[in-house]
C-alpha cells in the first residue's frame, strides 16, 4: 500500500489500482499540496465533522462519484448535502471493492454548523494485504491495547499535536499499545496551537520495535 500525506491529518492510500481519501481537510489547509479538483478516488473516509477532518469531502465524493465513508449521522449530513454515502458505526467492519474497513472509537467530538453529527471515529483500513490505523482525533486510551492485539498494524497514523488530541508523550504510549510496525505522527505544526517537533515523537521511540516515519505533506512511503 502507498500512503501519501496531505498535511494535518489528511492521507491518500493506494493499492491495486484503488485508492481512498481519509480526512480530506485541502482548501484552507496551509500545508495540503493538492487541491479537492485533484483527487481522483474510490471512497472518502471521515474520522468526525470537524472541518479539520471533514474538510472537502462532500465535493470529493461528488466528483468522483464516492461514498463518503464513516458514521451513520455524519454520512447523513454528508449526503443531505448531495454526496454518495456508506453508512457504518463503531465496530463495525465492511469490505469495499477497494478494501476492508472498520470504525474503532476514538475520544473527541464531532461537530457541524447543524451541531453533533454523531461519535467521532478511527478507522483500521486494510488494503492490498496491509492494515493502517488511523486513529482520527483522539486522547489515549487504553483499548489501544485490544486494537493492536486482534490487528497487525503495520502503520498507525498518530496525532501529536497535543491541545485537540494525544500529544507526543502519549502517543508515544500509544505505540506502546498498538504495537504497530510503523508510526507517523500527524495533527501537528498546522496551527500556532499544535506545533511540535516531530522528532521527539521519534526521538522517544528509540529503541523500541517500530520504524517511526515523518513525512513532509506531498510525500508518500511504501507500507
Ligand atoms: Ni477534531
Ligand atoms: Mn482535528
Do not use: W
Request: with cysteine; charged share 20%; glycine share 12%.
Amino acid at each position: 500500500m502507498k500512503l501519501t500525506y496531505q498535511g494535518h491529518s489528511c492521507f491518500i492510500a493506494e493499492a491495486e489500482g484503488h485508492s481512498v481519501i481519509i480526512d480530506p481537510f485541502l482548501n484552507g489547509n496551509p500545508l495540503a499540496k493538492i487541491k479537492p479538483s485533484d483527487v481522483k478516488v474510490d471512497a472518502v473516509l471521515v474520522t468526525h465533522g470537524h472541518a479539520d477532518h471533514l474538510g472537502d469531502a462532500v465535493e470529493i465524493s461528488k466528483k468522483n462519484n464516492a461514498p463518503v465513508i464513516g458514521v451513520f449521522e455524519l454520512v447523513n449530513y454528508c449526503t443531505v448535502k448531495g454526496a454518495s454515502g456508506h453508512a457504518m458505526h463503531i465496530g463495525g467492519s465492511h469490505t469495499f471493492p477497494f478494501g476492508r474497513v472498520k470504525l474503532t472509537i476514538a475520544h473527541h467530538g464531532s461537530t457541524t454548523e447543524v451541531g453533533a453529527v454523531g461519535n467521532p471515529c478511527g478507522f483500521l483500513l486494510t488494503m492490498g494485504g496491509k492494515t493502517v490505523y488511523h486513529a482520527g482525533d483522539t486522547g489515549l486510551f487504553s483499548d489501544m491495547a485490544l486494537i493492536g492485539e486482534i490487528n497487525t498494524i503495520d502503520c498507525a497514523l498518530l496525532p501529536i499535536g497535543d491541545n485537540y488530541t494525544m500529544g507526543i508523550e502519549d502517543a508515544i504510549r500509544a505505540v506502546g499499545l498498538l504495537k504497530p510496525k510503523m508510526a507517523v505522527p500527524m495533527h501537528y505544526n498546522t496551527f500556532d496551537v499544535i506545533k511540535q517537533d516531530p522528532e521527539s515523537f521519534r526521538k522517544g521511540l528509540e529503541g523500541k520495535p517500530v520504524k517511526v516515519k515523518i513525512l513532509k505533506p506531498g510525500e508518500s512511503l511504501e507500507v
